[in-house]
């Protein structure tokens, strides 16, 4: 048993050495042409898949479901009425679990269904909180306050101009008449959640930046959110407050990728993968010092690797640090690896280094909470400047920033690489061969965490107070 839990193990270290990289940032030379940007959302709202479920007697049936390109989260009301929800009703949709621990015996069965107070409880304060917001409007707000603070770039947002449906483009020659270059088109194409007694909230939106004078394309990306999974009665508590928060993480979220995919992360061949120092233990290696973007130095990783763990939650533990204000430290950016790589020539002419830092609380039942973040940091390492709360679990994460012939780039914010994310929702897994091996393996469908526009709860680099 124990033999074969470590092959299994070394087989998903395997993996992830040939994972797919994220689709190429615009080129510098791209940029320099764009001129001047304008924001412009859809003025449609998304799609949208909201799933509850409810027990009946003996068999589940559905509650509520609602899905289709004229149903959403509507500029006038989520649901449009009460009226077009009652006339959505579809079938109850099984969740099947995909088998996972062959060590333990394969398992597959659907997951327990909402109940139908629950339900309901979830369906009127999501209507009530979303009625008059604008989705694809709402996310450009969050693009433009992150574009001013990260990016430098300081964007006026055009409301009226976006497209009114999702096969009409609008023509925005007139734009360039106004000395606009191109336009940076937001449209959240689709929001809900999937799951069945534990429920994932995701928003995905398609990001287009279009030049005006011939409406040619020049970049386009989708980017996707997707939380953690909680028990379905916990979002339609307190007046729906995890919905709340989990939709303004994934605006906050969603953000800082389009801002990093188009304004701000170079193309320079910067290595996601730290190296593992020479004395590192046997959890070292499994682990490596893997990481999306600069590693962790201190706190140390407890990585606990199991097959027996299937949601991934417990294989990064939580170090002890010795003060309510302790030093956490990181790898100077650029590293040696990113020097002797083909960019080694380019990062010699890079300057003004400098390195944001960002705390989150850790939460069972709700996202992670923001409670200090210090930006343009000298050094690379920083002692907290204000006490946390004692016996208490962090998440913490850091980056870099650095200008580059006079424009401002930046790495990833680092994290774990390990565990693998388990595919699930609107994420779908690795389009490579060692996919499949990973089915076998470890009984689910892996990604890089290093390829995804949020960083998983389970990848966070951590520590817990004393």
């Known amino acids: 048993m ?3 839990a470590c092959i299994k193990l070394l087989l998903l270290g395997t993996l992830l050495t040939g994972c797919a990289e994220l689709p190429a940032p615009p080129t510098d030379a791209a940029r320099q042409v764009w001129g001047a940007i304008v924001v412009v959302p859809a003025r449609y709202p998304p799609r949208n898949n909201f799933r509850t479920f409810a027990v009946g007697q003996g068999k589940a049936t559905a509650k509520g479901a609602l899905y289709g390109s004229s149903m959403g989260l509507a500029q006038a009301g989520i649901f449009a009425s009460m009226g077009a929800l009652e006339a959505v009703i579809a079938p109850y949709l099984a969740v099947i ?16 269904s909402l109940s139908e107070e629950d339900a309901a409880a979830l369906e009127a304060h999501i209507q009530q909180h979303l009625t008059t917001m604008q989705v694809s409007a709402a ?28 096969d009409v483009t609008p023509d925005y020659r007139a734009l360039a008449q106004q000395g606009v270059g191109s336009v940076l088109e937001v449209v959240a194409t689709e929001a809900g959640f999937t799951g069945g007694s534990q429920l994932s909230f995701h928003l995905v939106a398609k990001v287009r930046l279009l030049h005006t004078r011939d409406g040619s394309l020049a970049y386009e990306r989708e980017f996707v959110y997707q939380s953690d999974e909680y028990e379905g009665r916990l979002w339609g508590e307190n007046k729906a407050s995890l919905f709340q928060a989990e939709l303004q993480r994934a605006f906050a979220s969603l953000a800082e990728s389009v801002v990093d995919q188009v304004f701000l992360l170079s193309t320079l061949p910067l290595h996601s993968r730290a190296k593992t120092r020479g004395d590192a233990g046997l959890m070292d290696l499994l ?11 201190s706190p140390e990783r407890k990585l606990h690797p199991s097959i027996f763990d299937t949601g991934h939650r417990n294989w990064n533990r939580f170090p002890v640090v010795e003060s309510l204000q302790p030093t956490l430290a990181w790898e100077a950016f650029p590293r040696d690896e990113d020097k002797e790589s083909d960019a080694g020539p380019t990062l010699s002419g890079i ?8 705390v989150w609380e850790a939460a069972t039942n709700s996202p992670p909470r923001l409670v200090y973040e210090r ?17 208490s679990r962090y998440f913490w994460s850091v980056r870099a920033r650095f200008n580059l012939s006079g424009k401002e780039h930046g790495t990833k914010w680092g994290y774990f690489r390990l565990p693998y994310y388990e595919s699930h929702g609107k994420i779908k897994p690795e389009s490579w061969a060692a996919m499949a091996v990973g089915v076998v393996t470890a009984g689910v469908a ?7 526009d949020f960083i998983p709860t389970s990848n966070y680099y951590r520590f817990q107070t004393p």
């Open 2 to 4: 124990v033999r074969t």
């Open 97 to 112: 679990t995909v088998p996972v621990a062959a060590a333990v015996g394969a398992y597959a069965g659907s997951r327990a």
């Open 139 to 166: 996310l450009s707000r969050a693009i433009l306050e992150t574009a001013d603070k990260d990016a430098g770039q300081r964007l006026p947002l055009f409301g009226e101009a976006g497209p009114a449906s999702p």
């Open 287 to 297: 682990g490596g010092r893997d990481a999306c973007g600069l590693s962790w130095v």
């Open 351 to 358: 300057n003004n280094i400098r390195y944001d830092l960002r």
């Open 375 to 391: 930006r343009d940091l000298t050094a690379t390492s920083h002692t907290l400047e204000q006490p946390l709360s004692p016996t």
């Open 446 to 452: 892996p990604r890089d965490p290093c390829t995804l």
